[in-house]
């Protein structure tokens, strides 16, 4: 028995008013579209994903995350033409097309469509699932995410010579909230559709519509900068907890200051510096460099003590650097590594160009809040602190926890 074709489309194009480049704009170190894929290759339903983009940007974030999930085979970059991918064209049309694109690519038939929209960071795999489910096993011609919504709507009456006025309640009377019909609100994050009726009505709703609730706290589309800080800050919150594993990662990239010290400078009456480093992270350090990865140490500060400390770690270091993205992005062509494949920790807004760039962008404890809200997991330890061994021991095991660390000062 042949299984049926479930298509996830996410429409993705390159323009946008509101938020500039908005996706590719990452949340949770993970670009907006980059998260849509991830949570459609995680639903069990969903047999191949469509991205439809004009930018070349949104395509190769959407082809690295599904290349670094191992899932290249099942994502397809579907080129966008410009007479659909302006300010007014509507996401039917998107999927339409891509969905003519896939066909013609692989030869197979489409029997549910799905729409999922990567301006809702938060749509989980388990809501692609069910829109899906309801529309291939639960007989449904349509289905969309929906989530709990008590408040009172309002709407203002001038427009029609009229005073305000409630469109789900009657303004002069004020039920308890459990007294009142259950209103849900449809999240926008995903849709799904039986394909041949989508080919024929061209429109997301028809037929008999399955509501798939989702939970209210993780509704949030992006539509302007501050709806983007508004998810980088639940992002930790947010999302499902998720360490890296040396399976991730080729490279491991340090900054210094407030990374592998606690930030602090003590300068004595030579004007010679000093800084307090961790000797758990020495221990780390080196047992990330015996696992084979590739290391290096990345800092603004053009400093004796940076060079010294990287030396005794047998660590290669670019100190006194301007700009470090591009100095990172340098290095990983001249290794031969995928920024993908990076781990970068991080701890002040000069990181914040790092981390756009590398695949696994990590804050430690006490860092800036903007890059908290960057990073795509945050230790529990703090810069200076044995944040280095934290790390190390995501990767190769817990056995880097079980000796007590001490101070050094270097």
């Known amino acids: 028995m042949t299984t049926p074709t479930v298509l996830a489309v996410i429409p993705a194009r390159g323009g946008s008013k509101g938020v500039p480049a908005k996706n590719v704009a990452q949340v949770g170190g993970v670009p907006l579209v980059a998260r849509a894929v991830l949570a459609c290759l995680g639903a069990p339903e969903v047999t191949d994903v469509a991205v439809s983009t004009d930018d ?62 990567c301006t809702s960071p938060f749509v989980s795999p388990g809501d692609v699932d069910g829109v899906a489910r309801a529309v291939r096993t639960e007989g449904a011609d349509t289905a969309v995410t929906v989530a709990p919504f008590h408040g009172f709507v309002w709407r203002d009456g001038k427009a029609v010579e009229e005073s305000a006025y409630g469109v789900n309640h009657d303004k002069s009377v004020r039920p308890r909230r459990q007294d009142r019909p259950q209103d849900l609100l449809e999240t926008g994050a995903a849709y799904a559709m039986d394909a041949a009726g989508f080919r024929t009505h061209r429109h997301r709703f028809f037929g008999d519509t399955a509501l798939v609730r989702t939970d209210a706290a993780r509704v949030l589309e992006i539509d302007d900068p501050h709806d983007l800080a508004r998810a980088r800050t639940l992002a930790p ?64 500060e053009q400093n004796p003590v940076v060079a010294a400390r990287a030396k005794k770690l047998k660590v290669p270091v670019l100190h006194g650097i301007d700009r470090k993205d591009l100095a990172l992005k340098q290095w990983c062509d001249e290794h031969g590594i995928s920024p993908d494949r990076v781990l970068y920790v991080g701890n002040d807004v ?12 990590v804050a430690v404890a006490g860092a800036h809040d903007s890059v ?22 995501w990767l190769l095991g817990p056995e880097l926890t079980l000796t007590t660390p001490t101070l050094t000062t270097s």
């Not at 780390?284 to 990865?293: D, E, F, P, V, Y």
């Open 56 to 117: 070349d940007a949104v395509a190769a974030a959407a082809r690295s995350r599904a290349e670094a999930s191992g899932e290249a085979d099942r994502v397809h970059v579907v080129r966008r033409p410009a007479e659909i991918a302006g300010d007014t064209a509507t996401s039917e049309a998107a999927v339409l097309h891509a969905m003519d694109a896939f066909e013609a690519m692989t030869g197979r038939t489409v029997d549910v469509v799905l729409l999922v929209q």
């Open 237 to 300: 919150l947010l999302d499902p907890p998720a360490l890296p594993t040396r399976a991730d990662v080729d490279a491991v990239v340090l900054d210094f200051d407030g990374t592998q010290t606690d930030d602090r400078v003590m300068i004595d009456s030579d004007g010679r510096e000093t800084v307090a480093v961790h000797r758990g992270d020495g221990l780390g350090i080196a047992a990330l460099r015996r696992s084979g990865l590739d290391l290096l140490i990345l800092s603004t």
């Open 350 to 361: 000069n990181d914040l160009p790092c981390f756009a760039l590398a695949g696994w962008p």
């Open 372 to 393: 908290r809200a960057a990073a795509r997991a945050v230790t529990a330890t703090p810069g200076g602190h044995g944040a280095i061994r934290e790390i190390a021991a």
